[in-house]
């Protein structure tokens, strides 16, 4: 737990940061660099909305919610030296993906490995996966820096959105036809049909169109999926993209270490903290009432928060354009994933880990410090979407499943470990709503789905915890329990998100910010919203 700053002021603050998530931190930590006397308001007795580490279990720290990191922008690690304040990512060194036949698909972090590991299935399929590799690389290093870019409004003739929307298209130039046709198929087309045209492995099209699916009520075949595919694989760690690694002491650590930083640089940050409401006059914010009944005054007040909470819950809308409101009543949540943590007395077996006793290769004995990727083929991943169609969870869902104490031992007491799995689909709005008996059967479903690939699952299992997209946002304000603070739809990205005419972190009550998740350039543990909207005020002012 990051503790709150010990003396509480009492006073005016330059700045009020609603949230203490981590783009709320990276905000506040900006913000206090620049001198400003910044206060961070939190209503859970711990930071990091849903970037936490919690001790579920004696002895057991569960990255409770989101698990894995890669996203962090590189930029703000530098700025806000976050190693210094605790930074210390691990990295993840495979993703398997178990077959039904008892084989597997394995994923390494060298990537001669990886390569003669496709060939064994699909000598065309590891031909395909250099150029494929090379291609995603530079649609990544094509998106980078509009990742760093406040969007320009299309519809403004003010000076800098016209010299924004310039440079946007001067950027897209720069890339050249066929990149430039690349990207417009990923932003457009739906992540299988995209890998249909490079790969013939189904196991293989299957475990890199999850990457299109996560956190999105989208199937592999929906249109759209390719971005989401093309978001996760922008993540990198150390200047290397599409890699993904583990915060030491779990998720939770990230967000103490931003926290921290904020700290160095004056910031307060406060814990049981509530904001029931911003203080508005004559169309201008003026402060935050707190749930208890206290008042603080600042000229900036800026929400962490997801668009419904900011616009909806936090503010009345008569201070609101009619067509804001609209819009943020249209906006798309649907929340979709949910996620089992499991305290474990021993490993799991996999039976695709050995043969005749002893590891099928060498690698294989550190197939377990990476993800287990349960997505044997893209039916299998399209028939879990078609449950959560029609308001079920996924019987036979996908998950992806990482033992965090076989790369921080201190995760779990010696000898024991934890399990962390995500899990598609588990929609919010669930035929008859999610009751304590559904929640079981879904947990249910996900230990009858491992126990196919790891038959001791049972036997070993000390704790689970499950938790529903209705527990997400119970506990962290997520509306809908969207991980992402919204779907990354095209319709709901760069200068659309939230809304037209504010996705510049503006709002339509002066001195009333936004920069979460909600905002460009979207979710995952990225910290980007939270950069673009502290250099956006710093620039801008109240």
């Not at 931190?25 to 859970?44: C, F, H, I, M, S």
């Not at 849903?50 to 996203?71: D, H, I, N, Q, R």
């Not at 201070?319 to 609209?326: A, H, I, K, R, T």
Request: net charge neutral; glycine share 10%; aromatic share 8%.
């Amino acid at each position: 737990m990051s503790p709150a700053t010990t003396s509480k002021s009492n006073g005016r603050y330059d700045a009020i940061v609603i949230g203490g998530g981590h783009n709320g931190l990276v905000t506040a930590a900006y913000l206090a660099r620049a001198g400003k006397k910044v206060v961070v308001l939190e209503r859970r007795p711990l930071v990091g909305g849903a970037a936490v580490t919690e001790e579920v279990v004696p002895g057991f720290k569960f990255s409770v919610f989101s698990y894995v990191v890669s996203l962090l922008r590189p930029e703000i690690i530098r700025d806000l030296d976050l190693p210094a304040h605790g930074l210390q990512i691990l990295p993840l060194e495979s993703t398997v993906t178990p077959l039904d036949n008892g084989d597997y698909l394995a994923g390494w972090s060298d990537a001669d490995e990886t390569r003669r590991e496709i060939a064994r299935h699909s000598p065309r399929d590891a031909e395909a996966a250099s150029r494929f590799g090379h291609l995603m690389h530079h649609m990544a290093m094509a998106v980078k820096p509009i990742l760093g870019m406040v969007p320009p409004d299309p519809a403004s003739l003010a000076p800098s959105d016209l010299r924004g929307l310039l440079k946007l298209g001067g950027h897209f130039r720069s890339l050249g036809a066929d990149r430039f046709h690349a990207l417009y198929k990923l932003m457009t087309m739906s992540s299988a049909d995209y890998l249909d045209e490079w790969y013939e492995f189904d196991p293989l099209k299957a475990t890199k169109s999850a990457s299109g699916i996560i956190g999105t009520f989208l199937g592999p075949r929906s249109p759209g999926s390719a971005y989401v595919l093309l978001h996760h694989y922008m993540g990198e760690i150390d200047g290397a993209f599409r890699a993904w690694g583990f915060q030491k002491g779990g998720t939770g650590a990230i967000s103490e270490s931003i926290s921290r930083a904020a700290q160095s640089f004056g910031a307060e940050v406060r814990t049981d903290a509530a904001v029931a409401r911003v203080l508005v006059r004559d169309g201008r914010a003026t402060g935050v009432a707190l749930a208890n009944g206290d008042e603080l005054s600042a000229p900036i007040v800026v929400s962490g928060l997801d668009p419904r909470r900011t616009f909806v819950d936090l503010i009345e809308s008569k201070e609101l354009p009619e067509d804001l409101v609209s819009s943020i009543a249209n906006f798309r949540f649907r929340g979709s994933s949910g996620k089992v943590n499991l305290a474990l007395d021993a490993l799991p077996n996999f039976s695709f880990l050995k043969d005749n006793g002893g590891y099928r290769s060498p690698l294989m004995a550190n197939a377990l410090r990476g993800a287990v990727s349960i997505s044997p083929s893209v039916q299998y991943l399209e028939r879990a979407y078609d449950d959560a169609k029609y308001g079920e969870f996924s019987r036979n869902p996908y998950m992806d499943i990482v033992i965090p104490s076989m790369i921080d031992p201190g995760m779990a007491p010696p000898g024991k470990h934890v399990m962390s799995i995500f899990v598609q689909y588990a929609p919010y709005k669930l035929n008859g709503g999610w009751t304590d008996e559904k929640r079981e059967a879904f947990g249910d479903a996900v230990i009858d789905t491992l126990e196919r690939y790891a038959p001791n699952i049972r036997s070993i299992i000390r704790h689970r915890q499950v938790l529903t997209p209705a527990d997400i946002e119970r506990i962290t304000g997520l509306s809908e329990g969207n991980i992402f603070q919204g779907e990354l739809a095209l319709h709901q990205l760069f200068f659309l998100r939230p809304a037209p005419a504010w996705a510049k972190y503006r709002t339509p009550v002066k001195g009333y910010w936004q920069c979460g998740a909600g905002t460009h350039p979207g979710g995952g543990i990225m910290g980007a919203s939270g950069r673009l909207a502290a250099l956006e005020i710093l620039a801008r002012g109240a």
